[in-house]
């Protein structure tokens, strides 16, 4: 069973940090690339940020860049999300995505889905 479960989520103050955790199995992680999505209420799930299978691409969104870094352990089978200089506007549910290298460059060709994390950030 292809599964992927997120951790980390957390009420931070405004400029704090977190660590999101991403954590699959089920499926052979080596070969997918991995995405961070958000949806605040009331918003559309909005891409955060993604790395591919073997690390040479990453993206963020103009809005994380310079506060977020994406990393992944293959041999732990789990990818993370480092969220330092937190903002209220970065409140949202967390989920992290497995598919093809191509989500990392737009495709929203998603083939798996973690149930998501909320993470609030109070001014």
Do not use: H
């Not at 549910?93 to 993470?119: D, H």
């Amino acid at each position: 069973e292809v599964q992927l479960v997120e951790s980390g989520g957390g009420l931070v103050q405004a400029g704090g940090s977190l660590r999101l955790s991403c954590a699959a199995s089920g499926f052979t992680y080596d070969d997918y690339a991995i995405a961070w999505l958000r949806q605040a209420p009331g918003k559309e799930r909005e891409g955060v940020s993604c790395i591919s299978n073997s690390d040479e691409l990453t993206y963020y969104e103009d809005s994380v860049k310079g506060r977020f870094t994406i990393s992944r352990n293959n041999a732990k089978n789990t990818v993370y999300l480092q969220m330092n200089s937190l903002k209220p506007e970065d409140t949202a549910v967390y989920y992290c995505a497995a598919g093809p290298r191509e989500i990392c460059i737009g495709s929203k060709l998603y083939e798996a889905w973690g149930q998501g994390t909320q993470v609030t950030v109070s001014s």
